[in-house]
């Protein structure tokens, strides 16, 4: 499975921003897809996942309530909304998946999401 991200860029804090993750083939149901992101200086982190089958979320509590995850199964693109964006949010960030927990044995390219104060 090849990852496609798309979206990010430069955002004032508290703004909002959509990212996107298109497989490159139909995935299973036991599938999940989801976001890392790394910032300069720290380790990659958890984000935020979405079971491809149930449609069940996962996320990191520093996201909780401002960052939704969904899903196309037609499209097999997974959309990630970024909203009230904090500086801290400022990262790389890395579409994944994986048939277990957690997501991380296919890796799309990074898309840079910078939220200024």
């Known amino acids: 499975v090849q990852l496609q991200a798309s979206g990010g860029g430069l955002v004032q804090a508290g703004g909002s921003l959509n990212l996107s993750c298109q497989a490159s083939?139909?995935?299973?149901?036991?599938?999940?897809m989801g976001w890392f992101r790394q910032a300069p200086g720290k380790e990659r982190e958890f984000v935020i996942s979405i079971r491809w089958g149930s449609g069940r979320t996962n996320s990191a509590d520093s996201v909780k309530g401002r960052f939704t995850i969904s899903r196309d199964r037609t499209e097999n693109t997974a959309n990630l909304q970024m909203t009230s964006l904090k500086p801290e949010d400022t990262a790389v960030y890395y579409c994944t998946g994986g048939s277990s927990w957690p997501p991380d044995r296919h890796w799309g390219q990074g898309t840079q999401v910078t939220v200024s104060s």
């Open positions: 083939e139909r995935l299973y149901s036991s599938y999940i």
